[in-house]
């Protein structure tokens, strides 16, 4: 039972171009969401992260979208740029559990 | 300088054995974490510990316990180690705001193997 999916393992994106990661959720009770970036034997990094009671929250080159109503947040990058090549996590705060739920990862591939 | 450090970065084990993973942070929090991250590359909480609570998911089994000596640290202990017990295991810290923790920050990594 996934509280947090994201359903696309992989996307490519070439550099310049934007990047879009997707997030959906179950549990109507999270209020908060974030947004990691992983490098391979690294922790995760925290990037962003927007309250339930915003629809949208702008940090540089990085833009997370909230849409209650529909479960569904997105990760926005844009110029996109080789380093970004890593693996997203959405996270959710609340909702019960008292640390962060993820989701499964999407492996984001910057092409030159 | 790090801001929250695990050790060993690796460990390689037999089945049976006890075996500890320390964790640091220098960040001041106030709650610690341990994740695991399985062969799926699920991350999934583990323990959630403050100075004056433990909360413990009910799917971890009672081989595993964190230990606090102080604010700054908590430590994992496995005992009787099995080959299910292979993973990534994260350490991370927050810092609560309004009554609630935020985001998270993590160490590196343990990769646990046992053999």
């Known amino acids: 039972d996934q509280q947090v999916k994201q359903n696309s393992p992989s996307l490519s994106v070439q550099e310049g171009r934007i990047s879009i990661l997707n997030c959906d959720y179950t549990?109507?009770?999270?209020?908060?969401f974030l947004w990691y970036k992983k490098y391979p034997a690294e922790g995760p990094t925290f990037l962003i992260s927007?309250?339930?009671?915003?629809d949208k929250n702008e940090d540089g080159r990085f833009t997370v979208f909230l849409n209650k109503s529909a479960k569904h947040l997105s990760l926005h990058i844009v110029p996109s740029q080789p380093g970004d090549s890593a693996v997203y996590f959405c996270?959710?705060?609340?909702?019960?559990?008292?640390?962060?739920?993820f989701g499964k990862g999407t492996h984001l591939i910057i092409q030159p | 300088d790090t801001a929250v450090s695990q050790t060993p970065k690796y460990l390689v084990t037999q089945m049976g054995n006890d075996k500890s993973i320390k964790c640091e942070q220098n960040?001041?929090?106030?709650?610690m974490y341990w994740y695991k991250q399985d062969s799926k590359k699920f991350l999934k909480i583990m323990f959630s510990?403050?100075?004056?609570?433990?909360?413990i998911n009910e799917t971890v089994p009672n081989r595993f316990s964190p230990k606090s000596p102080d604010k700054a640290h908590l430590n994992l202990h496995i005992n009787s180690l099995e080959l299910g017990d292979s993973a990534v295991y994260f350490c991370?810290?927050?810092?609560?705001?309004?009554?609630?923790?935020?985001?998270?920050?993590f160490g590196q990594g343990t990769r646990l193997t046992v053999v």
């Open positions: 960040l001041g929090h106030d709650t």
């Open positions: 510990y403050n100075n004056k609570e433990l909360i």
């Open positions: 991370a810290s927050s810092q609560a705001r309004g009554g609630r923790n935020t985001e998270a920050f």
């Open positions: 927007i309250s339930s009671i915003k």
């Open positions: 549990n109507s009770m999270f209020d908060y």
């Open positions: 996270a959710a705060l609340g909702g019960g559990a008292d640390g962060l739920t």
